[in-house]
């Protein structure tokens, strides 16, 4: 993956499998969110990103859920979270107004994470776990093939999604991930958890054994 002249990453082969979540760990600036705009298809690379079935055909693009660790809007908007999950699903603004498909439609998806009640919140009121809910319910419908970020590993048994997750809670990793892939600009290392955080390359990136805090 390039930035004009400036390699981000290089010699990255990986392999993501459904029903499978695959955690990406690293130091600042190591190239994990440069990999899933890269998967996502916002950034220019080298090389080739397939898809396949579990008997090696190839696959077109599947739909893939991204859900972001924060939301850049205005928050004094005046827009529901209702309004915002009708405009990102119909593209039309939302002074148009709702059909009543559309709307039990959007409780419907909202209820399934759980927070259905937060249809006729405003958008910018939302705390920062609700948003993530709400986006979570929007990167979900319809079900995608590839997701990254929370509530994972009922999604990974349920659909039999290919899940990434990025996240900084090493305990929470090591609890739930399948596999992880620590970057530094490349792949250093991958495994199940406890491989990966015994390493001398996790050490380095973080600064400490994992046992050492995990005492």
Not at 83 to 111: N, T
Not at 115 to 131: I, T
Not at 198 to 215: C, H, I, L, N, Q
Request: proline share 3%; glycine share 8%.
């Amino acid at each position: 993956m390039t930035s004009g002249e400036d390699i981000l990453l290089d010699n990255i082969n990986l392999t993501f499998h459904c029903g499978e979540l695959t955690a990406l760990i690293g130091k600042n600036g190591a190239g994990k969110t440069t990999l899933l705009r890269t998967l996502l298809g916002e950034r220019h690379y080298k090389g080739s990103i397939s898809f396949t079935d579990h008997h090696g055909v190839v696959l077109p693009m599947p739909r893939i859920g991204y859900v972001p660790q924060h939301l850049d809007f205005d928050k004094s908007m005046p827009i529901s979270v209702s309004d915002f999950i009708a405009a990102a699903k119909g593209g039309s603004p939302v002074w148009f107004g709702k059909q009543k498909k559309m709307q039990a439609h959007i409780r419907e998806i909202l209820e399934d994470m759980e927070c259905g009640y937060l249809a006729e919140r405003r958008l910018g009121a939302l705390s920062g776990g609700e948003l993530q809910r709400v986006l979570l319910a929007l990167a979900t419908d319809p079900v995608p093939d590839l997701l990254v970020y929370k509530r994972v590993t009922e999604l990974r048994d349920k659909q039999h999604m290919a899940i990434l997750l990025v996240s900084h809670d090493l305990g929470l990793i090591r609890k739930y991930a399948d596999r992880v892939v620590l970057l530094d600009k490349t792949v250093v290392a991958q495994g199940d958890a406890n491989k990966v955080f015994a390493t001398d390359a996790f050490r380095e990136a973080f600064g400490f054994s994992f046992e050492e805090v995990a005492k």
